[in-house]
């Protein structure tokens, strides 16, 4: 299940990133990807460390973590911090799948759902389309800046060539109370049809049962 957030960060939230970010110390991206990513990385990163990182982290993260799609949809135990990556031109990231399990000792955690939350308008810059493989065929993203996309980290996935203009984006991962995507979906989509049910007829018998299922679908699947 893909999903997408518009305006996860309104535009003074976008500006005071890019601003944040402007004169940040970018690295060479190979330096946090796993084996058989960084055959095919070529980005730059914001060096973990920088101070910049610790409060764009919380601004960016604390409102994907919060809100009710991310909520019901990827059901997040544990939240990644935050990466920020910039590609200028002749830059790309060749089809790969994320690390399974990141994060450093004690602090480890296992990545099912990725994040991309777009930092930059997609007509500043030509290229850059982050391409998912899914089960119905490959899906094809590049969204307004302030909009977060969020997939199976299980997902092949690349992000093609920049050839004008800057792509910057927030990357993060999310470990889910709910391992297996096809359950999320299932639980997503239940949700949705309780939330439906609240509004049109919050005191109907069906409204309760649908309730009752999400409710004990997600005790019975639920990993803590
Ligand atoms: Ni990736």
């Not at 004169?23 to 990513?37: C, E, I, Y």
């Not at 990385?41 to 914001?46: A, L, S």
Request: no cysteine; net charge neutral; aromatic share 8%.
């Amino acid at each position: 299940m893909l999903l997408t957030i518009p305006a996860l960060l309104d535009a003074a939230r976008v500006q005071q990133a890019r601003a944040m970010l402007e004169d940040a110390p970018f690295v060479d991206g190979r330096l946090s990807a796993g084996s058989d990513a960084r055959r095919v990385k070529n980005n730059e990163e914001v060096r973990p460390d920088d101070g910049r990182v610790a409060e764009l982290n919380r601004m960016i993260l604390g409102r994907l973590y919060a809100h009710p799609v991310f909520q019901a949809a990827a059901l997040p135990r544990k939240l990644s911090g935050a990466f920020f990556a910039r590609y200028r031109p002749g830059m790309q990231y060749g089809t790969h799948v994320d690390d399974p399990v990141m994060g450093p000792e004690g602090g480890r955690y296992r990545t099912d759902v990725s994040v991309t939350v777009f930092l930059n308008e997609p007509d500043t810059y030509d290229g850059g389309e982050l391409t998912i493989e899914t089960e119905f065929g490959e899906q094809q993203v590049k969204l307004a800046a302030g909009d977060a996309v969020f997939y199976p980290s299980s997902s092949l996935h690349r992000v093609a060539e920049v050839v004008r203009g800057e792509r910057l984006v927030v990357v993060a991962w999310a470990e889910s109370m709910v391992r297996d995507p096809a359950r999320r979906r299932l639980l997503y989509d239940l949700y949705q049809v309780t939330e439906a049910l609240r509004i049109a007829t919050p005191q109907a018998e069906a409204t309760r049962r649908a309730s009752h299922v999400h409710a004990n679908l997600m005790r019975m699947w639920a990993e803590l």
